[in-house]
């Protein structure tokens, strides 16, 4: 069947920009044809030229604009958006926290859930500058060993020194290695031949407690000139604790190998979340945004009503971050998660904090709450915080099965949690309270939400 594509590549058009796509591309129609364009914003009148079609779409860029939106931007640096550091850096920060709330206000009313109502995203009051954790990748660009960021949808590295939204003392300590790394001739890997040394700087920095890790992942078990790089590190960063080189030899995109050797200093560094204190190893997950991240959890515990004598399990707990917190209000607390080094982080976290009502297990979650509900366990409340996702059709059985009063939802992708929504419904489950987005990553098009479900008539 032959279909009727009504624009062509590198043909200009004139149209009026109609929405915006939840990765944050604006949306023109030719003839009720979508045509996604970045860097435009709904309601701006421009001139698209296509660059790209396919069967149901094209892609297209802005040639010029005949009006610009009253929430538009003036972005001085391109290399945020092009990079995909900021892709929302173009849009007011209220309009972005409109944007988010709509995104999931949306994906309900297309599952015919319109009844469900979305508060207005809890928004930071300075949205840059929050990221306590960056990973930059190291290659040679013309001849010259640089750090960047990826142009999106590429591998060809943007060089960069100041990332807007990451902590600026992780900034100023990622050039202090870029130049030791140059000074000492030390070469980047390059992934078409296999070859060189330097893959990816990471640095993470404490919110509260200020200190500094600093991992090189290498390509090769051997540093050169390492204890020189140490020395310059140790000169150039005061706040440094923790130097660690994480191997990576494998030809692979994951970006971290799972040996780790300290070069300097201790081998964790320490942050406090709620309260809670925290260590943190290079392979540690730990949230990027902490001050978000305590109001994303603070919310979730208040909904989830606990007065102590409670039990609560946590999936999908990670390094127990929520679990731990939720411990100071129950009775008890169990944990699950897939990756065994998380859990060896959770239990030395309870240990730390001496914490003793908080039990982890390693496994994926469905296959957990089926044991527990084989074995009887009650909980009176169920609080999930899955990956993108969505949770396991099996979870949600087994949940409806042992029968929790609440499910205390957090998310982070609208559309798993409106499909897992519909999920629980069929379980008892319903919706009993507005979502709540958070905006856990200001000028990105990423929204985290606090959704609370209660068991009705069963």
């Not at 078409?192 to 600093?214: A, D, F, L, N, Q």
């Not at 005061?238 to 130097?243: A, F, W």
């Not at 999920?423 to 929204?447: L, M, N, S, W």
Request: hydrophobic share 40%; proline share 5%.
């Amino acid at each position: 069947m032959k279909v009727n594509i009504p624009v062509h590549k590198n043909e200009e058009y004139q149209a009026k920009v109609v929405d915006l796509t939840y990765q944050g591309n604006g949306v023109v129609k030719i003839d009720d044809f979508p045509v996604f364009v970045p860097n435009a914003l709904p309601g701006e009148e421009v001139t698209v030229r296509v660059t790209k079609v396919t069967r149901n779409f094209a892609w297209g860029r802005v040639m010029e604009w005949q009006t610009k939106s009253p929430d538009r931007v003036d972005v001085k640096d391109k290399t945020y958006i092009q990079t995909g550091i900021a892709p929302l850096g173009h849009l007011k920060y209220d309009a972005q926290l409109r944007f988010k709330q709509h995104q999931i206000k949306e994906l309900l009313e297309k599952a015919h859930l319109d009844g469900i109502d979305v508060l207005p995203t809890m928004g930071m009051a300075k949205p840059y500058r929050y990221r306590n954790k960056a990973q930059v990748p190291v290659k040679m660009v013309r001849g010259k060993l640089e750090t960047g960021f990826y142009k999106r949808g590429s591998h060809t590295l943007v060089p960069i020194e100041d990332f807007y939204i990451q902590d600026p003392q992780i900034d100023k300590a990622i050039v202090v290695v870029r130049d030791l790394l140059r000074k000492y001739l030390v070469t980047p890997y390059d992934e078409r031949t296999g070859k060189g040394v330097i893959r990816t700087v990471m640095v993470r920095r404490g919110y509260y407690s200020h200190e500094i890790m600093v991992v090189l992942v290498t390509n090769t078990k051997r540093l050169p000139m390492a204890d020189e790089i140490v020395k310059g590190i140790v000169a150039g960063v005061p706040e440094v604790k923790s130097i660690v080189q994480n191997i990576n030899d494998r030809k692979t995109n994951v970006l971290l190998g799972m040996k780790n050797k300290a070069l300097w200093g201790k081998d964790e560094i320490h942050d406090q979340l709620l309260g809670i204190d925290f260590a943190i190893s290079p392979l540690s997950f730990y949230q990027v945004n902490p001050q978000q991240t305590e109001r994303l959890y603070q919310t979730a515990i208040d909904n989830a009503g606990l007065d102590g004598g409670q039990t609560v399990i946590d999936a999908y707990c990670g390094i127990g971050t929520i679990s731990l917190a939720v411990a100071k209000h129950a009775k008890q607390v169990y944990g699950v998660e897939v990756v065994e080094a998380a859990i060896e982080d959770a239990k030395h976290n309870a240990k730390r904090n001496g914490i003793k009502n908080a039990k982890f297990v390693v496994g994926k979650a469905e296959d957990q709450f089926a044991k527990w509900q084989a074995e009887g366990l009650k909980p009176d409340v169920v609080i999930v915080d899955p990956p993108r996702k969505g949770v396991a059709e099996s979870l949600i059985e087994a949940t409806g099965e042992m029968g929790p009063q609440k499910v205390i939802y957090v998310s982070c992708n609208p559309a798993t949690l409106v499909r897992d929504i519909q999920r629980f419904a069929e379980h008892g489950y319903h919706v009993v309270k507005p979502i709540q987005p958070v905006d856990q990553f200001p000028q990105t098009t990423h929204v985290e939400s606090v959704t609370v479900l209660e068991r009705m008539g069963k």
